[in-house]
T-cell receptor
Framework: SQQGEEDPQALSIQEGENATMNCSYKTSINNLQWYRQNSGRGLVHLIL?????REKHSGRLRVTLDTSKKSSSLLITASRAADTASYFC??????????FGDGTTLTVKP | ETGVTQSPTHLIKTRGQQVTLRCSSQ?????VSWYQQALGQGPQFIFQ???????GRGNFPPRFSGLQFPNYSSELNVNALELDDSALYLCASSLTPGREYDEQFFGPGTRLTVL
């Protein structure tokens, strides 16, 4: 089974709304990374949060990490149609191996 | 755009054949990881190479093998192709595996279709 599991599997919102995606994992991590993938293409790195950090911001992105609950969330504020994509969290273990969930598919309607 | 490149972009093979996929890592990165992504799923870790040595492997059979060269570029070889090997193959480069601040940068992927 996957280490990281995203929730929800699919999310549909209107442009301008906020989108929140969650990720849960099972074992200890070095860091957790969020990626975006447009249909069938390579993954774009969005943000990395280390195991000793609780929150990070990058532009319209806000990531939180709760190691006691083994969970993370990605918030995209003021969404745009161009944010339509699949979003993945990847947990990086102590040996440097990344484990991905199956992603959240976000659709932002203009 | 990352500095990670992959070739070829698309590939069609038949069952039983062998395939070699290539990846050039981002300048300054000495670690390459390979992933298989089936349609509708997240990437699955195949293996990682660090300074020309295998540095971890996922749950893939031995017919999936790899190499890393002195310039840190890498190859993924798959023998005896099966229909289920049809997927997007992604490589990612990073600086130092296991470090808590180590970011991975992905290439555009190679789409492999096995008929």
């Amino acid at each position: 089974s996957q280490q990281g599991e995203e929730d929800p599997q699919a999310l549909s919102i209107q442009e301008g709304e906020n989108a929140t995606m969650n990720c849960s994992y099972k074992t200890s991590i070095n860091n957790l990374q969020w990626y975006r993938q447009n249909s069938g293409r390579g993954l774009v790195h969005l943000i990395l949060i280390r195991s000793n950090e609780r929150e990070k911001h990058s532009g319209r992105l806000r990531v939180t990490l709760d190691t006691s609950k083994k969970s993370s969330s990605l918030l995209i504020t003021a969404s745009r149609a161009a944010d339509t994509a699949s979003y993945f969290c990847a947990t990086v273990g102590l040996a440097g191996k990344s484990t991905f969930g199956d992603g959240t598919t976000l659709t932002v309607k203009p | 755009e990352t500095g990670v490149t992959q070739s070829p972009t698309h590939l069609i093979k038949t069952r039983g054949q062998q395939v070699t996929l290539r990846c050039s890592s981002q300048s300054g990165h000495n670690t390459v990881s390979w992933y298989q992504q089936a349609l509708g799923q997240g990437p699955q870790f195949i293996f990682q190479y660090y300074r020309e040595e295998e540095n971890g492997r996922g749950n893939f059979p031995p017919r999936f093998s790899g190499l890393q060269f002195p310039n840190y570029s890498s190859e993924l070889n798959v023998n005896a192709l099966e229909l289920d090997d049809s997927a997007l193959y992604l490589c990612a480069s990073s600086l130092t595996p296991g470090r808590e601040y180590d970011e991975q940068f992905f290439g555009p992927g190679t789409r492999l279709t096995v008929l």
